[in-house]
């Protein structure tokens, strides 16, 4: 069993820590005011038809930053269903979004929304925030996870960009991106309730899960580079599944998904994957729901948000499979 790290971070580090966040935030609004100024004539064309992307951001960056799970869970199948409405003919079809669109527009709001919840779970562990003895590992460790799992995610994600996902059939992939999510919640409900009266007792990772961080690095930046979410989800299972201490798992899990997704964009940027008024839509929403998801999660408790994000997982995969049948979204 592993004793509880001492909760201080140095002053130093937290005034270091305050003033990254700050400026890293601060350089991504300005980041987002350029975009929007730039669109903003095709924003204002379709609004009456996208501006209902803005509480689905808020919602699915609340889901992503407070439990891990990548935003996507919640994009996709909100995407799907436009683009089933263009199909359909009630929406313009220049806002129909095939399965390709769906990814790179779920990487772009992820790259806001889970940035400003990354920055706040960094900012409550490291830059002066209030937390429990039981809550958090010591820095050095924290760090030596993420560039763990850095090590064999990027090279994945971008080698699977660049070699395999043009090959890939947009039908197809979102038939796997279904299937995908949903085991994925299953395994997750499953565990948590199995395991909801362990405590977390692990504060620093030992050389074995070092390998199988670098192990479920690799397969989580394919898995990444073709669904938009999968690196986080694993990394948070394993964690927990491994007694560390849940809002370290969840945050370690955050950081690494807004990481992998910023490396990813440019791929869908460069082969205009980017339905802009789409996405610009659902970005300030995202960034608000990344604020807050952090409270979000405070209020839930550990079991409790894993019980919900485990659940929306499978009820939104439900209705990817099912509502083809229904008549509710497109095949």
């Known amino acids: 069993m592993t004793s509880v790290p001492s909760t201080k971070t140095p002053q130093s580090v937290e005034a270091h820590v305050e003033f990254a966040t700050r400026v890293y935030l601060g350089a991504l609004v300005a980041l987002f005011i350029t975009l929007l100024l730039t669109n903003i004539g095709d924003i204002a064309r379709f609004f009456e038809f996208i501006w209902i992307f803005g509480p689905i951001g808020v919602f699915g960056a609340i889901i992503a930053s407070s ?135 692990r504060f620093h990772p030992e050389r074995l899960d070092y390998y199988w961080l670098l192990g479920l690095g690799a397969i989580g930046g394919v898995i990444t580079a073709f669904f938009s979410v999968g690196v986080g989800e694993l990394v948070a299972v394993y964690l927990i599944l491994r007694k560390f201490p849940t809002p370290s798992a969840i945050a370690i899990a955050v950081i690494i998904s807004v990481v992998t997704v910023i490396f990813g964009v440019g791929y869908h940027i460069a082969n205009n994957n980017i339905i802009w008024p789409v996405a610009l839509t659902a970005i300030p929403g995202a960034m608000i729901g990344g604020f807050v998801a952090r409270y979000f999660a405070i209020w839930l408790g550990p079991l409790w948000l894993k019980t919900f994000a485990s659940l929306w997982i499978i009820l939104s995969s439900a209705f990817l499979i099912v509502g083809p049948y229904l008549g509710l979204i497109s095949k």
Not at 80 to 96: D, F, R, V, Y
Not at 131 to 155: C, M, V, W
Not at 168 to 185: E, Q
Request: charged share 10%; aromatic share 14%; net charge positive.
């Open 67 to 201: 439990t891990g799970t990548g935003g996507g869970v919640v994009f996709v199948p909100a995407f799907n269903t436009l683009s089933g409405a263009s199909e359909m003919g009630a929406i313009p079809m220049e806002l129909a979004i095939d399965p390709i669109k769906t990814i790179g527009i779920s990487f772009l709001i992820q790259c806001f929304g889970m940035s400003v919840g990354a920055s706040v779970w960094i900012r409550r562990f490291y830059g002066g925030g209030q937390t429990g003895p039981r809550e958090k590992i010591d820095g050095h460790s924290f760090l030596f996870i993420i560039f763990t799992l850095l090590a064999t995610t990027l090279p994945a994600l971008l080698v699977t960009q660049f070699a395999l996902f043009s090959n890939v059939d947009g039908r197809g992939l979102l038939v796997a991106f279904k299937w995908f999510s949903l085991t994925l919640g299953v395994v997750l409900l499953i565990f948590t309730w199995a395991f909801k009266r362990v405590k977390p007792y």
